[in-house]
């Protein structure tokens, strides 16, 4: 099996999470041009990571959702912030606490006296890109007041759908789930997401930077100063999408997707396996993936690059497999080494 492409920084692309950048597109078109001059502009506030700017990439030219994990501290909230100056986009943030409610997230019927009627007060969710920050502490029923926005792009209220922005997309941090305080996500709604990336603590180089950022003046709530600035658009981003869409697929790729899918199906160490959501999300990073990296054609070294970060969210252990120390990742891994790979 080959090996995930590495991110430029110092340390390695973890299982779980995407490439950290693709190779320079030949030729290279002005949209892809721009989407990758992202990278450079959060590198501007965040100090490696990488991977997870990648992430975000795919999710945005995929139409998908990204969940982001990793402990407090790492600048999961300060990625995302720079991802959205660096497209020139819209960004809200919601703090999700165990006291937040739906309708704080997704905006209410409020009494207005002057027109003596109910009228709409938009919630947080009317934006471009939702940071929705330690979303796994807050309860289930507030978890999935989000599933009806990320799967349908709208919001109902009493009984009428509102469409959200476009684009639109969820960044949602989480701490690791054996943290005090913190809800699981249900199986649900972690299906919907597109990508999940892990936040690594940072290798000692990297963690210097950051010091000699901080002490030289750094900022982390003026990114203006910090000199990111847009580079991209909603607009690049709707090319991006349509481009996307373009790339070719080969039948036997595709089948050879569905078979990575049926054969954690079919893995007596999970209890959940990859559903066909999973498989299709599977086939749109590759083919996003294959874009930013300058074809119109997938590869099967694309599926397994994306396979990980696309899929291992997806999957449940059996409770024997978790007291026996088993990994979703390594069960992943044998998964993918056990289907054929198509010439």
Known sequence: MTETPQPRGAHAT????????????????????????????????????????????????????????GVPGVAKTLLVRSLAAALDITTKRVQFTPDLMPGDLTGSL???????????????????????????????????????????????????????????????????????????????QLDRFLLKVTLPLPPREDEVEILVRHASGFDPRDLGAAGVRPVASADDLAQAQAAVRRVRIDPAVAAYIVDIARATRDSPSLSLGVSPRGATALMGTARAWAWLSGRDFVTPDDVKALAHGTLAHRLSLRPEAELEGVGVGSVLSSALGAVPVPR
């Open 14 to 69: 973890r299982p779980d999470a995407p490439p950290s950048g693709p190779p320079a597109p030949v030729p290279q078109d002005d949209v892809r041009r721009r989407l990758l001059d992202v990278r450079a502009e959060v590198a501007k506030a965040v100090v490696g990571q990488d991977a997870a700017v990648t992430g975000l990439l795919l999710g945005l030219v995929c139409r998908g959702h990204v969940l982001l994990e």
């Open 110 to 188: 409020v009494w207005d006296e002057r027109d003596t009627d109910f009228t709409f007060r938009e919630g947080p969710v009317f934006t471009q890109l939702l940071l929705a920050d330690e979303i796994n502490r807050t309860p289930p029923k507030t978890q999935s007041a989000l599933l009806e926005a990320m799967e349908e792009r709208q919001v109902s209220i009493d009984g009428t759908p509102r469409p959200l922005p476009s684009p639109f997309m969820v960044a949602a941090t989480q701490n690791p789930v054996e943290y005090e305080g913190t809800y699981p996500l249900p199986e649900a």
